[in-house]
């Protein structure tokens, strides 16, 4: 059975926020594993992805969170293990809701094509852009379409992740 990484102290961070008990994650069944599975994934640092999937969605948090990927990126950011654990303190559970897992989910550029299709314009519209008129475009959208769902709905966690579009990598908005 293939595993990936699976970060103790972020699974305990989350399990603490939400007030959640082991006990009472095995009792539900969208978790689908039971109590001693997720104690050896805690004991290993490794754990089954749907496992791992199933449990983000369960807690409302990110998977990639649960796993320490987010941590991992710190460190490869950072000039040093100083600086890596400045940016790993800024990382709170509450701002990597299950929803990033959702919106990864998509294919990449899907929402931009509907929305510029619904429209009559045609990517080859937008790939004739020039790439300041490109990068100006995509954040433009950006903002309105955050103004106009929080005049809809409140946002649900504290993240400056809230209501943002799903934005192309950043090497197919700026070519080098």
């Known amino acids: 059975m293939d595993t990936i990484d699976f970060s103790v102290v972020r699974f305990q961070e989350a399990v603490a926020y ?27 640092g490794r754990i089954n992805p749907e496992i791992l999937d199933r449990l983000g969605k369960y807690l409302d948090v990110d998977p990639l969170f649960l796993s320490g990927e987010y941590d991992k990126s710190a460190t490869r950011w950072a000039k040093d293990e100083v600086e890596a654990a400045e940016i790993r303190s800024q990382f709170h559970v509450e701002d990597f809701p299950y929803i990033l897992q959702e919106k990864r989910k998509l294919e990449e550029m899907q929402y931009i094509t509907s929305l510029l299709l619904r429209n009559e314009i045609t990517i080859a519209d937008l790939e004739a852009l020039p790439e300041e ?10 903002r309105a379409t955050s ?30």
């Open 18 to 44: 939400h007030k959640i008990s082991l006990r009472k994650m095995n009792i539900d069944p969208t978790v689908n594993a039971s109590d001693r599975t997720i104690r050896r994934a805690k004991k290993d």
């Open 147 to 176: 103004k106009v769902l929080w005049q809809y709905f409140k946002p649900r966690h504290s993240s400056i992740h809230n209501y943002s579009i799903p934005m192309p990598p950043e090497d197919e908005i700026i070519s080098v």
């Open 133 to 142: 008129t490109l990068i100006h475009f995509y954040l433009d959208l950006e």
